[in-house]
């Protein structure tokens, strides 16, 4: 059964960090890219960062660049977004995503809120 389980979002003041994670199982997690989304109230879902399957490879949105790092850990299947200076538009629910070819899995969501 494949799963993907979000953990380490919460309640945040701007300027703040929250370390986000996701642990994989059900699949070969070393053969697929993970990509961190996010979505927030109203408006459609959006990519934050993709790393690629070995991890040689990084894309970050322009609204996070500089702020926000994606990471993986093979051994752990586990990907992680570390969030940095955290702005209120940054307030979402952050999903992760396993995707290879035709096979595209999604976790359940973190909520991150960044308010004062």
């Known amino acids: 059964q494949v799963q993907l389980v979000e953990s380490g979002g919460g309640l945040v003041q701007p300027g703040g960090s929250l370390r986000l994670s996701c642990v994989a199982s059900?699949?070969?997690?070393?053969?697929?890219?993970m990509t961190w989304y996010r979505q927030a109230p109203g408006k459609e879902r959006e990519l934050v960062a993709v790393?690629?399957?070995?991890?040689?490879?990084?894309h970050s949105a322009d609204s996070v660049k500089g702020r926000c790092t994606i990471s993986r850990d093979n051994a752990k299947n586990t990907v992680y977004l570390q969030m940095n200076n955290l702005k209120p538009e940054d307030t979402a629910v952050y999903y992760c995503?396993?995707?290879?070819?035709?096979?595209?899995?999604w976790g359940q969501g973190t909520q991150v809120t960044v308010s004062s």
């Open positions: 790393i690629s399957s070995a991890g040689s490879s990084i």
């Open positions: 995503n396993a995707a290879r070819g035709a096979k595209d899995y």
């Open positions: 059900g699949f070969t997690f070393s053969n697929y890219a």
